[in-house]
């Protein structure tokens, strides 16, 4: 079912949100559906909740958190 070298989210628009896509807006071909290019996730929270949400984050992404902040 799932395949470890491609991202979960991935996997999921590919195999369960494309198809039903295609079913529901009546597209004629599987490639006028949109694709995914890039997935960005960047989550909100008061810095005593950090720890919880980069747990969270890494559950739900599949992949190591990785904590930045912008300029400004």
């Avoid at 949100?17 to 996730?41: A, G, Q, S």
């Amino acid at each position: 079912m799932f395949s470890p070298n491609r991202n979960r989210l991935e996997f999921h628009y590919n195999q369960v949100i494309r198809p039903d896509l295609l079913l529901k807006i009546n597209y004629e071909n599987i490639m006028e559906v949109p694709r995914l290019c890039k997935i960005i996730v960047v989550p909100k929270a008061p810095s005593n909740f950090i720890k919880n949400v980069k747990l969270a984050m890494e559950i739900v992404c599949g992949q190591k958190f990785i904590q930045t902040r912008s300029r400004g």
